[in-house]
């Protein structure tokens, strides 16, 4: 099954050279119109006083760049960026996946001590779309 539209769905914590690398092998095997996707939280990019900061607001150009340092030079101006803002991540790509034909979402391996108490959010991501989803181990730094 050729698929027309791929997401690339990226949380930028880490290293998502694998992500990229396998959104755009596929997106050239199949002649695929490549979305890449970041859910900005709501306070993104705001000062905090919580201990838990919502992090930087991620831009067009930050998700561009990430291509280009992944060594996707030629691929980064054709991509279509997506920064959709929810505090839910899961419902966030449910809605854009109504687009696409399958998601590619990176994965790192969780501690053993978290994985017996949350699920990951990989894991809830795949329980709300609707498309088949392609899930990519991360490299190894933190993130």
Same mark, same amino acid.
């Given at each position: 099954?050729p698929?027309?539209?791929?997401?690339?769905?990226?949380?930028?914590? +880490?290293? @998502?050279?694998?992500?990229?690398?396998?959104? %755009?092998? $596929?997106?050239? #095997?199949?002649?695929?119109?490549?979305?890449?996707?970041?859910?900005?939280?709501?306070?993104?990019?705001?000062?905090?006083?919580?201990?838990?900061?919502?992090?930087?607001?991620?831009?067009?150009?930050?998700?561009?760049?990430?291509?280009?340092?992944? +060594?996707? @030079?030629?691929?980064?101006?054709?991509?279509? %960026?997506? $920064?959709?803002? #929810?505090?839910?991540?899961?419902?966030?790509?449910?809605?854009?996946?109504?687009?696409?034909?399958l998601?590619?979402?990176?994965?790192?391996?969780?501690?053993?001590?978290?994985?017996?108490?949350?699920?990951?959010?990989?894991?809830?991501?795949?329980n709300?779309?609707?498309?088949?989803?392609?899930?990519?181990?991360?490299?190894?730094?933190?993130?």
């Open positions: 099954m698929y027309k539209t791929v997401i690339a769905a990226l949380s930028m914590k +880490g290293d @998502e050279t694998r992500v990229i690398d396998e959104a %755009v092998r $596929l997106a050239n #095997s199949f002649g695929s119109h490549l979305i890449v996707a970041h859910v900005n939280d709501p306070h993104a990019g705001s000062p905090s006083m919580m201990m838990d900061s919502p992090g930087l607001k991620i831009t067009e150009e930050d998700i561009r760049n990430l291509f280009r340092e992944a +060594g996707h @030079e030629e691929f980064a101006p054709r991509i279509e %960026v997506q $920064l959709p803002v #929810s505090e839910s991540i899961p419902k966030a790509l449910k809605s854009l996946c109504e687009r696409g034909d998601l590619i979402l990176g994965h790192r391996r969780m501690t053993t001590f978290r994985e017996h108490f949350m699920d990951s959010i990989d894991e809830g991501i795949v709300h779309v609707s498309c088949p989803v392609l899930i990519v181990q991360k490299g190894d730094k933190k993130g």
